[in-house]
């Protein structure tokens, strides 16, 4: 058994004011982190996200 961290992290005021938002794009940063494999932490940017419904 393998077992290993994944940390997603958004910025406040950088990323976002909206707390919700903050939220939503922490998990985005996760989801792409567990995707990489290279590291356990990525940082959210608004590249990572892909679909016009993700900035909403």
């Known amino acids: 058994m393998e077992i290993s961290i ?3 992290a958004a910025v406040l005021p950088d990323d976002t004011n909206n707390s ?3 939220l939503r794009f922490s ?3 996760m989801y792409t982190e567990k995707r990489d494999k290279d590291t356990n932490l990525k940082m959210f940017d608004k590249g990572m996200l892909k ?3 993700d900035s909403k």
Do not use: F, P
Request: glycine content about 8%; cysteine-free.
């Open 51 to 53: 679909r016009a419904s």
């Open 27 to 29: 998990d985005v940063a």
């Open 6 to 8: 994944s940390i997603g």
């Open 20 to 22: 919700d938002d903050i």
